[in-house]
């Protein structure tokens, strides 16, 4: 009998990329449920609301019924404890990124010895992509059409539109 498995995905998503869903969706096919979770990191500066993070993802996850979404403050691996999750999720870009997280990986498993880390690249094509190069694209009213789903764009317009 296959064992039954939760992983969970967690990022700041600010805003969500196609390179995320790109993760989210190739995750999903191999645990039997993902919770994507939307970190609240104090160290960050958000541009979007937690609120607004967590309805964005929302929409970029309706498609997979086994993905939930949920937003967390702390440890992951406190979160991943509650939920029951035995894997996290971890996306790398480039080289630059596997350092970061090994380091994170290795201090998760010593925390939580229970918790396995998985680390997932996003096709090729999202390698390059990440939440701050394309805040600072949009900020410039740089067309993100092939980086982010229309509906974030959407949301962005409208932020700017209410710092008028």
Known sequence: MKKKVIALYPGTFDPVTYGHIDIIERASLFFEKLIVTV???????????????????????????????????GLVVDYAKLKKASVIIRGLRAVSDFEYEFQMSLTNRKLAPGISTIFMMPNEKYTYLN???????????????????????RLYKKKIEKKK
Request: charge should be positive; hydrophobic fraction near 45%.
């Open 39 to 73: 970190a609240i990191n104090p160290n960050k500066i958000p541009l979007f609301s937690e609120e607004e993070r967590k309805n964005m993802v929302i929409r970029a996850v309706k498609k997979f019924s086994n993905v939930d979404v949920d937003v967390f403050k």
């Open 131 to 153: 939440s701050s190069l394309v805040r600072e694209l949009i900020s410039y009213s740089a067309n993100v059409s092939d980086f982010v789903p229309p509906y974030v764009i």
